[in-house]
């Protein structure tokens, strides 16, 4: 209530703090420490490229009225101050552009580019970052504790080391940050992502980077605050003008061109199914490839490279929501969640609570980084060619010995790479605990159920037992399959599955998720364990659906079982 | 000048884009372990990979069983600036890997494509009016082959479905092969036909199954293909479908014909896909259960005959 009351008192728009005087970077500060001697330069930069693009009268009028169309579009049903000054704008854009001038719709267009480029661009306060960086872990870990938050603001977060941990090249990544632009690729599958991977560089000493944030994560004021002073650009998804994701893209190559490391979430949106995102749209990561060749093309040799990453939960903080947007039919077309776990502080309370006892509730694993062409790069950055020759990375960006900037080819490379990216997720997924127990439980489910549907299935809630010892020897046995893939180095297990005995992963399991999701998962009554909650068993045991054939155990209904699980629908 | 166009791979087809490409005035390179001479002053013949570093576009014209060995070595003297174009109709492994993967994956090159389509090698020779495809993601790569063998006798179009360009033109081989079966049985047009439209159908399955699109089966590299290769134009599957009803065993069929066939592998490793991802491919069943010398020709026609018929 009193938080509620808090939160209503804070200003809606993101606070920027006085400066009394300029802060000059040191020469070992990181790029983004730079950003706001740039910004101004960034801002005209991106412009400037919306300038070329849209040279031809005809061609400004088309996106100036596409743009007007899509804004009066979105803005007439809003009865704020704000929603109806827009209105008015563009409403006056769409009637004069036609009677415009050749330099009227020029100078229009410049207008309007500029007006959404400040709207995306971010900002970065290297006081913010010094102090987020001690706070943030204390924060999280006294939102599970309030009456110590002081205590656990100054605290660094030593709880938080024990929670998150991270696995990979980051020694190979912290060389390379030094050599070119890194663009971070991870899995996405809850908001708390953009936190914990922020933490876990500034814990690992890796440079901050970028990012694009949905606009409707700065309707929190704190979240907004610490976001729009940190380098994050907001992207707002509810404008559809194609003339604002020009600009955004214009936006990102620049910041990649000029050296800035930024992370993208390349399937889009948080995982709805739970499953390792398989169809990767990558969206602005393309825009890695752009740069690369834009400042080849004018003699610039950065290395772009591209890290994919996975970040493994014990326990996802939206799981209810997010699975129950995954079956709706329409809501696999909804983008923006708002009312969803992550906006209820008592869902925040309850989930670190539950993760607090869990050994690494949260593993981010880093996997090899790849030029933009999907070559292997060495601890140097040279790219590698499959028989280990050092590759000119310029030579795919050129034809006959010239450097080019060609959008049709650069987005054929981002392509290639999005499958690179998703082979590489698949093999940097760290299986956790309570994504093996609800495999195992599923699988029995579906064996239960021979030829049902999906949403069949899913109705059985609490209609099927398995005996304990029988839910021990499956998981035995289907770890034992997870190893095996383990060592030909196409998963990873973590540390707790890795050590622990099968009852005790299922008893981690079982705790992990009782007092945490609203409804139980499962239950042990009369020594067998019931499956109470199939959608969310779907949710977590979605994680191993790809390796559900080669896990399977030697029951024949098993097998079966696993073949169906196998070919579900569940990429998003 | 334009760079040089190169050729891997010395049987009839890699002959045949020699000679149609010297006709549109490039310079060509034949590469081949044992090198025959061409009687055309713009072709020139190599056994040395080395020697195809200078061109820019290679077309690759091996049976698909080579192609990843020969990546390999062929890699080393490839970089980023290469464009690669396969022939072949064929899949690697049971995960139906298609060629363009294997491109990918074992050399430095990415501007990739897959040529597919009623193309065949005597007909390029002699310049016979006709049409192809090239499934490809790069626009440049779709352009250089236009520009190395296109002209006004040959229509090249292009897609971006390169998936399904690979296994559309993979299952093209499967079906003729049962097409040759099915002749040499004596079947008529009717049960021709059901077969021709049912195995497509059950190449769009496997097209979507990998992500491909079913307008891919219906264009040249599918149905097109197919009236080509059923008009009898002299491909080696059809043939060895005649062979295997009449009982020759496979292997002296195979070495009779003188030909790598395609189709022969395909079957089995369609079969195991479809098992593995619950999708349904009686047709690729049943001819690798013919292929093995598992059934007779009365179980393969039963096989196929007695499966439901559903709403199309």
């Given at each position: 209530m009193l938080a509620t009351l808090a939160m209503s008192l804070l200003p809606k728009r993101?606070?920027?703090?006085?400066?009394?005087?300029?802060?000059?970077?040191?020469?070992?500060?990181?790029?983004?420490?730079?950003?706001?001697?740039?910004r101004s330069d960034i801002l005209q930069d991106v412009v400037r490229r919306i300038m070329e693009r849209y040279e031809a009268d005809d061609a400004i009028e088309l996106v100036i009225g596409d743009a007007a169309y899509h804004e009066i579009r979105r803005l007439e049903h809003r009865t704020d101050e704000a929603g109806r000054k827009g209105l008015e704008y563009w409403r006056g854009v769409i009637?004069?552009?036609?009677?415009?001038?050749?330099?009227?719709?020029?100078?229009?267009?410049?207008?309007?580019?500029m007006r959404m480029a400040k709207d995306v661009a971010g900002n970065f306060d290297p006081r913010v970052y010094k102090f987020a960086a001690r706070a943030v872990p204390g924060l999280l870990t006294g939102v599970m504790n309030p009456s110590n938050l002081m205590r656990n603001v100054l605290d660094s977060g030593t709880r938080l080391d024990e929670l998150v941990s991270v696995e990979g090249p980051v020694?190979?990544?912290?060389?390379?940050q030094r050599k070119g632009t890194m663009l971070l690729l991870p899995t996405h599958s809850s908001n708390l992502d953009s936190l914990a991977i922020a933490w876990v560089l500034f814990r690992e000493a890796l440079a901050p980077v970028v990012y694009g944030a949905g606009k409707n994560l700065f309707t929190n004021p704190i979240i907004s605050f610490f976001m729009h002073n940190l380098g994050a650009y907001r992207v707002d998804r509810r404008v559809r003008a194609r003339l604002y994701k020009d600009v955004l893209k214009a936006y990102s190559s620049i910041m990649v061109e000029r050296g800035y490391h930024s992370l993208f979430f390349p399937g889009g949106t948080r995982s709805r199914s739970g499953a390792i995102e398989q169809r990767l749209k990558l969206g602005l990561a393309g825009t890695g490839v752009e740069a690369f060749a834009r400042n080849r093309a004018r003699g610039v040799n950065?290395?772009?490279?591209?890290?994919?990453?996975?970040?493994?939960?014990?326990?996802?903080?939206?799981?209810?929501?997010?699975?129950?947007?995954?079956?709706?039919?329409?809501?696999?077309?909804?983008?923006?969640?708002?009312?969803?776990e992550f906006s209820r502080l008592e869902r925040w309370i309850a989930f670190f609570k539950r993760v607090q006892s869990a050994e690494s509730a949260c593993v981010i694993r880093f996997g090899e980084p790849l030029d933009p062409f999907c070559n292997p790069v060495d601890e140097d950055g040279r790219s590698m060619a499959p028989d280990g020759r050092v590759l000119d990375p310029g030579s795919y960006v050129s034809r006959r010995g010239t450097a080019t900037v060609d959008g049709a080819r650069d987005a054929a490379y981002t392509r290639d790479l999005g499958r690179a990216i998703a082979k590489a997720y698949v093999k940097e997924t760290v299986v956790m605990a309570t994504q093996l127990v609800a495999h195992v439980l599923f699988r029995r489910l579906c064996r239960a159920t021979p030829g049902l549907d999906l949403f069949?299935?899913?109705?059985?809630?609490g209609d099927i037992a398995v005996p304990m010892d029988e839910l021990v020897a499956d998981v035995a046995q289907t770890r034992d399959g997870l190893r095996k893939l383990e060592l030909e180095g196409r998963v990873h297990l973590s540390a707790a599955i890795r050590r622990a005995e099968p009852d005790q992963i299922i008893t981690r399991a079982l705790d992990a998720w009782s007092g945490y999701h609203q409804k139980p998962i499962a239950r042990v009554l009369g020594g067998s364990v019931i499956a109470e909650d199939p959608n969310l068993l779907l949710y977590y045991q979605n994680r191993l659906r790809l390796f559900a054939p080669e896990i399977a155990g030697s029951h024949p209904g098993d097998r079966q079982a696993a073949l169906e699980i196998a070919a579900m629908e569940g990429a998003r | 000048m334009s760079a040089p166009v190169a050729i891997v791979g010395g049987g009839a087809f890699g002959r045949a884009l020699a000679t149609a490409a010297a006709r549109v005035d490039r310079a060509v390179i034949n590469w081949s372990r044992s090198p025959r001479e061409f009687d055309h002053p713009k072709i020139t013949t190599?056994?040395?990979?080395?020697?195809?570093?200078?061109?820019?576009?290679?077309?690759?014209?091996?049976?698909?069983?080579?192609?990843p060995g020969l990546c390999h070595e062929l890699g080393r003297h490839l970089d980023g600036g290469h464009l690669v174009a396969h022939v072949s109709r064929g899949v690697v492994g049971d995960d139906l890997e298609t060629l363009t993967e294997v491109v990918r994956e074992t050399t430095p090159v990415r501007r990739v494509g897959a040529l597919a389509g009623p193309l065949v090698a005597r007909g390029l020779s002699e310049g016979e009016p006709g049409g192809a495809i090239v499934g490809t993601l790069f626009p440049e790569v779709a352009d250089a082959v236009r520009g190395a063998l296109g002209g006004p006798s040959l229509r090249i179009y292009d897609t971006d479905d390169v998936i399904g360009v690979e296994l559309a033109s993979a299952f093209v081989s499967l079906i003729t092969l049962a097409m040759g079966y099915a002749k040499a049985g004596g079947f008529g047009p009717g049960t021709l036909s059901v077969l021709a439209t049912r195995g497509m159908a059950e190449a769009t399955r496997v097209v979507q199954a990998r992500g491909g699109s079913e307008r891919t089966t219906a264009g040249l590299a599918g149905f097109g293909d197919l009236l080509a290769a059923m008009a009898e134009d002299g491909r080696p599957e059809l043939a060895l479908g005649r062979a295997l009803w009449e009982g020759e065993p496979l292997d002296e069929a195979a070495s009779r014909l003188g030909a790598y066939v395609e189709g022969v592998r395909i079957a089995e490793q369609i079969e195991h896909f479809g098992t593995r991802n619950q999708v349904q491919t009686p047709l690729a069943a049943a001819m690798a259960a013919v292929v093995a010398g598992k059934i007779s020709q009365r179980e393969a026609a039963a096989l196929l005959m007695r499966r439901p018929a559903r709403v199309e």
């Open positions: 993101p606070l920027h703090l006085p400066r009394l005087r300029t802060y000059v970077p040191e020469p070992s500060d990181p790029k983004i420490f730079w950003f706001n001697s740039e009637r004069r552009v036609g009677r415009m001038s050749s330099e009227g719709k020029h100078e229009t267009l410049r207008e309007i580019s020694e190979k990544l912290r060389a390379l950065r290395p772009v490279f591209f890290v994919p990453a996975t970040i493994n939960y014990a326990l996802v903080l939206e799981a209810e929501t997010l699975v129950e947007d995954h079956l709706k039919e329409a809501g696999r077309a909804r983008y923006i969640i708002e009312d969803d069949a299935r899913l109705r059985h809630r | 190599t056994s040395d990979f080395a020697a195809l570093r200078e061109a820019e576009l290679v077309f690759l014209a091996v049976p698909s069983p080579h192609v």
